[in-house]
């Protein structure tokens, strides 16, 4: 399993400090008995285990400078059940440098601080209300509507719930993304197009 961090780095690979691909086991047990398999040659000695969540922490350094990070090994790496943590983990270190850049470049003061859940958009409503923050500033992008969802489950759900004021920016769909966080992932429903900006209302056909 790879999950892509593109960030491409013009320094030749033996001048970097951090590896531009990092590949780790995050564990050694496997439902499957391959007869080729390592795990089961005489005197292997192999022992069957998961990667901790603390020792995947200590890699964080590199993550802001991969192009790849391959979480893979002798075992399937969907045994372990902190592997949705781990890919979310290592992608936040990454848009966290991008806005670092961004912020650095505006000459704004940036503090990062990772947040590890299952849902984005109560996360953020969580950190907000403990935060006592006055404002929660979002980017998304227009999408075709799902039922009762407009931009998306993160967002919507920070447009329900936020004890504050909240600012949307909509990016525009050809607008460059990379090093931004993943949108969400909910499928895109066949049918007519969005809604017209007018709050639904479509234009009647012109006549003569």
Partial sequence: MTVPLPVRNPVPAHRRAHPSKLFVEVTTRCNLRCAMCVKYAPGQGLVEGDMAEQTFERLAPAFPHLEALVLNGIGEPLLHRGLERFIERAKADRVLATAARLADSFKVKFTP????????????????????????????????????????????????????????????????????????????????????????????????
């Fill in 113 to 208: 601080h990772v947040v590890t859940a299952r849902q984005a958009g109560k996360a953020i409503v969580d950190e907000a209300v403990e935060r006592r923050s006055e404002v929660i500033i979002l980017g998304t992008m227009r999408k075709r509507r799902i039922g009762n969802l407009v931009f998306g489950r993160t967002a919507d759900y920070v447009l329900d719930h936020a004890p504050c004021e909240v600012l949307l920016n909509l990016v525009p769909k050809d607008y460059p993304t990379e090093g931004s966080a993943a949108f969400d992932s909910e499928p895109q429903a066949p049918g007519p197009k969005p809604p017209a900006p007018d709050g639904g209302r479509q234009a009647p056909p012109a006549t003569k």
